[in-house]
Nanobody, 115 residues
Framework: QVQLVESGGGLVQAGGSLRLSCVGS????????MGWYRQAPGKQRELVAV???????SYDNSVEGRFSIYRDNAKNTVYLQMNGLKPEDTAVYYC?????????WGQGTQVTVSS
């Protein structure tokens, strides 16, 4: 099993920055891709950014150029640096880890961007 714990959410004004962290434990050697999803009230969970074990990244168009995902494999940690935050970025952000057969999720961290 894999456990993922997020931190770093909070309240920020539009234009501000936050950095989310997700620390994994357990059978992390089975994890290939890691990433971040978010879910706003009344909406479906959506992909924000993913990073492969080799470091390849992919971003949703809505955050491209503003958010950066990176990982420290030695620390079993994935980060999401969020700059230029907008009110529409307000959501619960979830850390994801995948083995190719199983998906693991963190408990979520709230990000609120005020206008």
């Amino acid at each position: 099993q894999v456990q993922l714990v997020e931190s770093g959410g909070g309240l920020v004004q539009a234009g501000g920055s936050l950095r989310l962290s997700c620390v994994g434990s357990g059978r992390m050697f089975t994890i290939n891709g890691m990433g971040w999803y978010r879910q706003a009230p009344g909406k479906q969970r959506e992909l924000v950014a993913v990073i492969s074990s080799s470091g390849s990244t992919s971003y949703d168009n809505s955050v491209e150029g503003r958010f950066s995902i990176y990982r420290d494999n030695a620390k079993n940690t994935v980060y999401l640096q969020m700059n230029g935050l907008k009110p529409e970025d307000t959501a619960v952000y979830y850390c994801w880890g995948g083995t190719g057969y199983s998906d693991y999720w963190g408990q979520g961290t709230q990000v609120t961007v005020s206008s």
